[in-house]
């Protein structure tokens, strides 16, 4: 049994990060034979990823993949622990698991993911969840067949979670969502401890991933017919300067733009180690798709220093006027949290302020929530719920008229779309611009995996509708 630590995992060690190869010894290999399984993904796109790497373990145990989660023979939530209604959501969920336990007490059901990274989580679960089989973390995902084993025999929960960062696995097996789209690590952990996030602790140190183990990666998906590749990191600017190498975030995506992969992009950037020369890459190669998500989280200046940010609101807005000049037509989006403990009413207008200079392709928005651990759950916050949802709602309302415009540029326009999925509307194919704008397409099912030429014919806040040229 190991369970998670908050101290340990706010530590940063200079121990150098091992690299190994994954491996699953053979007598796990018969374990999932005849049983299905069910992985429930929240969160971000890091955690999608993950939930790949994890159902192709359990299908190289032997298991087959169940849509029909009340049919499963082994449940598995993947948990996010960004925010409280994330928090929520998953307990409401193990409730549900609960019953399901007591019809069919042959079942496994487990945890993983940021939340079980969580003292205070893990312990609730030992407390009141004690029917859960097994709870894992974000550093082992690679040990899960021995996990499931010591939990299929044991009549208690098992909780192994690691509060240390763990070794790179390269080679863990994938079940990719999408014949065309694919996740690519390049990064695990964060190292800037921005004050209201608990990822530096669930997800430890910044690692980064070899060049070279990048690059094959990328050649493999293109091999088998990948169009687009989106690099994914919580902090992706930050490339490399873990390693003991000579090359950055800027030297990466280059070398990935050269692999001639039809779509490569980025996510998520910080705009702290947002360098000139990343922007000129960026610029120079047309593979590179011109869309770049860039948080502000704030405007004021008081709140980003309070918020451990590095950046201010003038850094932030030349940045801003940097890349829009060097690649005009790219497509910027942010996150921004309002309602951070001791933001005034002043410090919103300033928030406002951006918003109406950068006129975002669009935002995410979210009120903010205190995590246990982080030091922003310790500030006063005397704004009451009411006046930060006032203030999200009037965001929002901005944001939206902003997406809006950015949108009604695109009328009448021919854009390339990658076709990947049917669309909720019959007929039709959806798709992204490489500006990452959702289409809906008038297209047979043929069509689907192929960039096309679309012309624009109608234009709404959060999606197009076009037609094939
Ligand atoms: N409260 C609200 N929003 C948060 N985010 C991260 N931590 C919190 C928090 N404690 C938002 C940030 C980040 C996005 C992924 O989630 O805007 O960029
Ligand atoms: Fe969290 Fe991103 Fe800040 Fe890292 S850079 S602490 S992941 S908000």
Same mark, same amino acid.
């Given at each position: 049994?190991?369970?998670p630590h908050l101290d340990q995992a706010k530590?940063?060690?200079?121990?150098?990060?091992?690299?190994?190869?994954?491996? #699953?010894?053979?007598?796990?290999?018969?374990?999932?034979?005849?049983?299905?399984?069910?992985?429930?993904?929240?969160?971000?796109?890091?955690?999608?990823?993950?939930? /790949?790497?994890?159902?192709?373990?359990?299908?190289?145990?032997?298991?087959?993949?169940?849509?029909? #989660?009340?049919?499963?023979?082994?449940?598995?939530?993947?948990?996010?622990a960004?925010?409280?209604?994330?928090?929520?959501?998953?307990?409401?969920?193990?409730?549900?698991?609960?019953?399901?336990?007591?019809?069919?007490?042959?079942?496994?059901?487990?945890?993983?993911?940021c939340m079980?990274q969580e003292e205070v989580v893990?312990?609730?679960?030992?407390?009141? *969840?004690? *029917?859960?089989?097994?709870?894992?973390?974000?550093?082992?995902?690679?040990?899960?067949?021995?996990?499931?084993?010591?939990?299929?025999?044991?009549?208690?929960?098992?909780?192994?979670?690691?509060s240390?960062?763990?070794?790179?696995?390269?080679?863990?097996?994938?079940?990719?969502?999408?014949?065309?789209?694919?996740?690519?690590?390049?990064?695990?952990?964060?190292?800037?401890f921005?004050t209201y996030c608990i990822v530096p602790y669930t997800?430890?140190?910044?690692?980064?991933?070899?060049?070279?183990?990048?690059?094959?990666?990328?050649?493999?998906?293109?091999?088998?017919?990948?169009? /687009?590749?989106?690099?994914?990191?919580?902090?992706?600017?930050?490339?490399?300067?873990?390693?003991?190498?000579?090359?950055?975030?800027?030297?990466?995506? /280059?070398?990935?733009?050269?692999?001639?992969?039809?779509?490569?992009?980025?996510?998520?950037?910080?705009?702290?180690? *947002?360098?000139?020369? #990343?922007?000129?890459?960026?610029?120079?190669?047309?593979?590179?798709?011109?869309?770049?998500?860039?948080?502000?989280?704030?405007?004021?200046?008081?709140?980003?220093?309070?918020?451990?940010?590095?950046?201010?609101?003038?850094?932030?807005?030349?940045?801003?006027?940097?890349?829009?000049?060097?690649?005009?037509?790219?497509?910027?989006?942010?996150?921004?949290?309002?309602?951070?403990?001791?933001?005034?009413?002043?410090?919103?207008?300033?928030?406002?302020?951006?918003?109406?200079?950068?006129?975002?392709?669009?935002? *995410?928005?979210?009120?903010?929530?205190p995590r246990e651990g982080t030091p922003a759950a310790k #500030?006063?916050?005397?704004?009451?719920?009411?006046?930060? /949802?006032?203030?999200?709602?009037?965001?929002?309302?901005?944001?939206?008229?902003?997406?809006?415009?950015?949108?009604?540029?695109?009328?009448?326009?021919?854009?390339?779309?990658?076709?990947?999925?049917?669309?909720?509307?019959?007929?039709?194919?959806?798709?992204?611009?490489?500006?990452?704008?959702?289409?809906?397409?008038?297209?047979?099912?043929?069509?689907?995996?192929?960039?096309?030429?679309?012309?624009?014919?109608?234009?709404?806040?959060?999606?197009?509708?076009?037609?094939?040229?």
């Amino acid at each position: 049994m190991l369970m998670p630590h908050l101290d340990q995992a706010k530590k940063r060690t200079k121990n150098e990060v091992l690299v190994r190869n994954f491996e #699953m010894d053979d007598k796990f290999k018969k374990i999932g034979v005849g049983k299905t399984y069910y992985v429930k993904t929240y969160g971000c796109q890091m955690n999608v990823h993950d939930s /790949e790497n994890i159902k192709a373990i359990l299908e190289e145990m032997g298991f087959k993949e169940n849509d029909d #989660m009340e049919k499963s023979d082994l449940i598995l939530l993947n948990t996010c622990a960004i925010r409280e209604n994330a928090h929520n959501k998953v307990f409401g969920m193990i409730g549900r698991l609960k019953h399901l336990k007591e019809d069919r007490p042959d079942i496994i059901t487990g945890v993983c993911g940021c939340m079980a990274q969580e003292e205070v989580v893990v312990d609730e679960i030992l407390n009141k *969840f004690k *029917f859960l089989d097994f709870v894992f973390g974000t550093h082992n995902i690679d040990e899960l067949p021995n996990i499931l084993y010591e939990a299929m025999h044991k009549n208690k929960t098992f909780i192994d979670v690691k509060s240390i960062e763990g070794d790179i696995v390269e080679d863990i097996p994938v079940k990719r969502d999408s014949k065309y789209k694919a996740w690519v690590n390049i990064m695990y952990g964060c190292d800037k401890f921005c004050t209201y996030c608990i990822v530096p602790y669930t997800r430890g140190k910044q690692r980064s991933r070899r060049l070279k183990d990048i690059i094959n990666e990328v050649k493999s998906l293109k091999d088998k017919g990948y169009k /687009e590749v989106t690099l994914l990191g919580q902090n992706v600017n930050a490339y490399g300067k873990d390693l003991n190498a000579d090359y950055d975030m800027s030297d990466l995506l /280059e070398e990935v733009a050269k692999t001639n992969i039809e779509r490569v992009r980025f996510v998520t950037s910080h705009p702290w180690d *947002f360098t000139d020369k #990343m922007i000129e890459i960026i610029g120079k190669y047309p593979n590179i798709m011109p869309y770049i998500h860039l948080p502000l989280q704030s405007g004021s200046d008081r709140i980003l220093k309070l918020m451990g940010r590095r950046y201010t609101k003038e850094s932030y807005l030349k940045l801003f006027d940097k890349i829009k000049k060097i690649v005009p037509n790219a497509s910027i989006t942010t996150d921004i949290i309002v309602g951070f403990p001791g933001e005034t009413l002043e410090d919103f207008k300033e928030t406002l302020d951006v918003v109406n200079k950068c006129m975002y392709d669009s935002a *995410f928005t979210f009120i903010f929530s205190p995590r246990e651990g982080t030091p922003a759950a310790k #500030m006063k916050d005397d704004t009451p719920l009411s006046v930060k /949802e006032e203030r999200l709602h009037e965001l929002n309302e901005l944001v939206n008229k902003y997406a809006l415009e950015a949108n009604q540029k695109y009328l009448n326009k021919i854009v390339p779309v990658l076709l990947e999925e049917e669309s909720d509307k019959k007929g039709k194919l959806a798709g992204y611009t490489d500006t990452m704008k959702l289409v809906n397409v008038k297209a047979p099912k043929e069509m689907l995996g192929k960039i096309v030429d679309v012309k624009i014919t109608d234009v709404k806040t959060w999606s197009m509708d076009g037609e094939i040229v």
